[in-house]
């Protein structure tokens, strides 16, 4: 099969992309994405805070994924959903794969739109067992906002960038106890805003220069041992749940070892990450009309 | 009250191969495993090398069956329809203390038959790795070594034992053993058995399993080992397995390319700490060593740290044990009492041993349709796409992947869930899920969902690696 232009990833960039990219006057795209709705993590960030910059007002994340799933809409671009890509090729081939089939697919261009991962707590030297109950924050999100779980009751935050913020608010407003959240530095990682709207209202303590060096528990994480940097010594925590909310890393992986081939774009978080979703769609427009023409 | 020919205590490695070598013979056989699953003790953690044998002392049993075994690997690899990768193995020195100790290891292996071993110079070495620090000055090559998955190695051999009519009784613990005439009757927390063998393989218990019943000369000092796993996209991986001989005659130092293509470091020396918690001390020795034999790794590519716990067998006076212990303190009851390196090696020959021996003591017929080859799950990773999509046509649940990291399919997850799988670790010990640079956090909640519904049980239920390690509602004791 053949395209002039596949995107893979259909979260806030690539979908921007492929609008821009049909407006722009092309009229052969393919969409893919692993997921089976639109919007990428859009869908499960429940709260308010997206689109203050295109809309003028703050939308939920569903909110603004319909709102650029409609636009979408108007176009002629593919969306092919439930459609892992496996890989993609110097010879400008990617193979997908769905429940019919594997399908290689020629293209003239590429955006990578796949977003990013989080960091997870095995890339840290944190010493202790493996328990049951850890889960980054994106992971844990998900697993509440779009499957209804319920993850813990004593609930410590390990990393104090947006996504631990809107984690730690999300527990608080569910009766949750979050301990704290632990942070490395001697500033929070996320932004003022988020901070002001977050953590402030529901008195939950950050503590500065301080890290996470051990976790207990053999069946389920029972606590773990915080170490204050400062030479504050160390402390044992009980808690049921760790949240890591240690960073989000650009997700490349499909195009490693190609080098930077001319037809080769990126959008959104696997070209940097962007805190605000205005601005990955900004990007991703530009990037669509480019990768258009 | 359950009969059987003979009971095998302990569903490691070495339990699992005594079951499959056991069912070689027309037995009743039953394997008692205290836990949710196969391969969680010792067996879930260690280096993975499949051992040349040229460290072992000539004419030792450990000495022979290590080179036996290797030079079979093949055949019972392809056999279990298990990876095995011979990538072969450089270990090397910097100064000429080491030098010697390589030297004499290669002798060594000479006199033992290890085919194909050289020594080499430091600069050919380099050649052949250019991921080494500077330096080296000598290294032993030996094309034999290679490395094989732990507790895929156990699983095949566990499931090609039930295939041939052993029980297997899981979350079954034996706390007590009486011996009467010709016969051991076994207490567990599930059912009494009555068995007129047994073969000891509790690992890290099997002294005190022995104790239940007869006294042992030797007992089992545990202490812990650590390791890291660095993702397999890292840049200057080696591709053969590296061993680090110290000048000073210290702690060595392995790098292992696996089989899924992530590198594993380690082991770390540790004192006193015996859990299979990772240590502080432990952990630092890895980073440093790491980063001085293989300066070229990013060691922000690690995806995961681990502990193991080694089953050190001493004599009453505190003395170490160098051999293979086992020990037949009576008539029909053998114990493999602190086998560790090169345990995963030999497990096959060890479980061949001890079956033999009481097939002979129970004057048992060959099980004439004894089948050794088991048919691993259907995995599409890596295969040729052709293949995959005929694999999709046949059953689409190949074409939707659940772990994007480790890319295993839904149909691969099913089957491990069809074939025992109960636990999200015990999915990841049969497909690989999660073992990747994310470690689970994408595929979890779709592993859980699959989990409860073949299993029958709610979401709540599942659990990471048996009763209270529940995933949910913030472990369920305290509900
Ligand atoms: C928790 C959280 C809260 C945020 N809150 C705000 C906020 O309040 N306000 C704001 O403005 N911004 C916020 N942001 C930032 C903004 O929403 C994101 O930067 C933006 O949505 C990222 O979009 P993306 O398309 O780059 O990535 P993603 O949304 O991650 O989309 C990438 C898509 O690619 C798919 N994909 C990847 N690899 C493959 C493959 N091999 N095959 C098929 N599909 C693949 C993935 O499934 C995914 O759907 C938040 C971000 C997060 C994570
Ligand atoms: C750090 C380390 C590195 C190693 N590296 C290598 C290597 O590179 N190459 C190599 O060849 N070998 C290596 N080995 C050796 C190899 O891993 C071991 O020899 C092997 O795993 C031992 O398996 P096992 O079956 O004896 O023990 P286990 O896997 O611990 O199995 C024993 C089982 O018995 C069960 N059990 C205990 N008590 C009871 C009871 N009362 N009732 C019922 N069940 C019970 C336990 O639950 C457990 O599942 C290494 C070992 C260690 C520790």
């Not at chain 1, 892992?84 to 990617?94: C, M, Q």
């Not at chain 2, 660095?230 to 000073?248: C, G, M, R, S, V």
């Not at chain 2, 001085?292 to 740290?305: K, Q, Y």
Request: hydrophobic residues 40%.
């Amino acid at each position: 099969m053949k395209t002039e232009l596949l995107i893979i990833g259909a979260g806030a960039a690539g979908i921007a992309a492929a609008t821009a990219a049909w407006d722009a006057g092309c009229r052969d795209i393919v969409l893919a994405d692993r997921r089976e709705r639109p919007g990428g993590i859009l869908p499960q960030c429940l709260h308010e805070g997206f689109g203050h910059a295109q809309y003028g007002r703050e939308l939920t994340g569903p909110e603004y994924a319909q709102q650029i799933a409609q636009k979408l809409n108007q176009t002629g671009v593919r969306l092919v959903l439930g459609t892992e890509v496996l890989a993609v090729y110097g010879n400008k081939s990617a193979v997908l794969s769905d429940r019919s089939g594997l399908t290689q697919l020629h293209f003239e261009r590429l955006i990578l739109a796949s977003g990013c991962r989080e960091k997870s707590i095995g890339s840290l030297p944190v010493v202790g067992t493996r328990p049951a109950g850890i889960f980054t924050a994106g992971q844990a999100q998900e697993m509440i906002n779009l499957h209804g779980q319920d993850l813990g009751k004593e609930i410590l935050i390990l990393g104090s960038g947006d996504l631990g913020f809107i984690m730690a608010r999300q527990f608080a407003q569910s009766g949750k106890h979050v301990i704290a959240l632990v942070e490395k530095e001697a500033h929070y990682g996320g932004m003022a805003r988020n901070y002001h709207r977050c953590v402030e209202p529901y008195k939950i303590p950050i503590l500065y220069h301080t890290t996470v060096a051990e976790i207990h528990g053999s069946g389920r994480i029972t606590g773990v041992t915080l170490r204050h940097l400062d030479g504050g010594g160390e402390e044992e925590i009980p808690c049921d749940t760790l949240i890591t909310a240690l960073g989000l890393l650009p997700e490349r992986d499909l195009v490693r070892g190609l080098g930077e081939p001319e037809w080769l774009f990126f959008a959104g978080n696997c070209h940097r990450v962007h805190d605000l979703v205005d601005s990955a769609v900004s990007e991703a427009e530009r990037i669509g009309r480019a990768a258009a023409e | 009250m359950q009969s059987f020919d003979v009971v095998v205590i302990g569903g490691g490695l070495l339990g699992c191969f005594a079951a499959r070598n056991l069912s070689r013979w027309d037995l009743h056989i039953a394997l008692i495993e205290a836990r949710e699953d196969v391969c969680t003790g010792i067996s879930r953690a260690n280096t993975a090398i499949v051992y040349p044998g040229y460290d072992h002392r000539p004419g030792t049993l450990k000495a022979k069956m290590t080179v036996r075994a290797n030079g079979s690997f093949d055949s019972l690899c392809r056999e279990l329809d298990v990876p095995f990768c011979r990538c072969g193995s450089l270990m090397v020195s910097y100064g000429e203390q080491a030098d010697a100790v390589l030297r004499k290891k290669y002798e060594n292996g000479l006199s033992m038959g290890v085919s194909e071993l050289r020594l080499l110079r430091g600069e050919e070495a380099v050649k052949m790795e250019p991921c080494l620090a500077p330096g080296v000055t000598s290294a032993l090559y030996a094309p034999t070594a290679g490395t094989v998955n732990p507790w895929e190695l156990g699983i095949a051999a566990c499931e090609n034992a039930v295939a041939n009519g052993i029980a297997l009784c899981l979350n079954t613990r034996v706390f007590a053993i009486s011996h009467t005439t010709d016969s051991y009757r076994i207490e567990t927390n599930r059912d009494v058995f009555s068995a007129r063998a047994v073969i000891n393989c509790a690992g890290l218990y099997a002294d005190r399993v022995q104790e239940l019943v007869f006294p042992t000369s030797v007992h089992i000092v545990p202490d812990g080992a650590d390791y890291l796993v660095l993702d397999k996209a890292a840049a200057n991986l080696p591709t053969h397995i590296i061993q680090y001989e110290p000048e000073d005659g210290g702690k060595g130092f392995n790098a292992v390319p696996t089989v899924e293509g992530s590198l594993l470091l380690g082991p770390s020396e540790r004192d006193n700490e015996t859990d299979f918690a990772v240590s502080e001390k432990g952990i630092s020795f890895v980073y440093g060593r790491a980063g001085r034999i293989l300066p070229g790794l990013d060691l922000n590519e690690v995806i995961r740290s681990f502990a193991a716990v080694r089953p050190n067998p001493r004599r009453e006076d505190g003395s170490s044990i160098g051999s293979f212990v086992i020990e037949n303190p009576a008539p029909g009851f053998w114990s493999l009492i602190g086998i560790k390196t090169p345990g995963l090696t030999c497990a096959n020959e060890l479980g061949s041993y001890v079956a033999e021996r009481a097939a002979e003591q129970l004057a048992a017929e060959r099980n004439e349709s004894f089948d050794p080859c088991r048919k691993g799950i259907k995995k599409v990773r890596g295969i040729p796409l052709e293949r995959r999509n005929a694999a999709i046509q046949a059953d689409p649940n190949f074409g939707e992947v659940i772990c994007c990291c480790e890319d295993v399919t839904k149909a691969e997850v099913l089957d491990a869930i069809r074939r025992g799988a109960t636990t999200l670790d015990g999915v990841k010990r049969r497909t690989g899920t999660g073992m990747g640079r994310c470690q689970g956090s994408r595929c979890q909640q779709k592993l859980i969902t699959l989990l409860a519904q073949e299993l029958g049980i709610s979401e709540e239920e599942v659990t990471k690696d048996g009763k209270g390690s529940e995933i949910l509602g913030g472990g369920r004791d305290e509900n």
